[in-house]
């Protein structure tokens, strides 16, 4: 079956810089199907797009709040893709999750559009 399996997650201080990871297995990890996803909630929050990236194409989107300081790339054979964060702020404390989605359309999918995710990791900024 598949599984999304997330790493890297810490506390790290205002201006700090953590990569997470996320591992998939149990599945092809890309065709020109595949979308990948870093989403994050906060408590008390909605869960939000943070990053996306086409597994085909290697395009990307990102969240306005992110755009310069965060970067997703992937690694196709080890089946795994990074979100690096720059700048961290303490606003971008919450739960990370990666997600994947089989996605035919030109926009981005929403949480909705993705049928499998991990388990999370938290990241602390204060």
């Known amino acids: 079956h598949v599984q999304l399996v997330e790493s890297g997650g810490s506390l790290v201080g205002p201006g700090g810089s953590l990569t997470l990871s996320c591992t998939v297995s149990g599945t092809q990890y890309t065709n020109s199907r595949i979308v990948m996803g870093w989403f994050r909630q906060a408590p008390g929050k909605e869960r939000e797009a943070v990053a996306h990236?086409?597994?085909?194409?290697?395009?990307?989107g990102y969240t306005d709040s992110v755009k310069g300081r965060f970067t997703i790339s992937q690694d196709n054979a080890r089946n795994t893709v990074y979100l690096q964060m720059n700048s961290l702020k303490p606003e971008d404390t919450a739960m990370y999750y990666c997600?994947?989605?089989?996605?035919?359309?030109?926009?981005?999918?929403?949480?909705?559009?993705?049928?499998?995710w991990g388990q999370g990791t938290q990241v602390t900024v204060s």
């Open positions: 997600a994947r989605a089989t996605w035919d359309a030109a926009d981005w999918p929403a949480a909705y559009g993705y049928n499998h």
């Open positions: 990236i086409r597994t085909g194409s290697g395009n990307t």
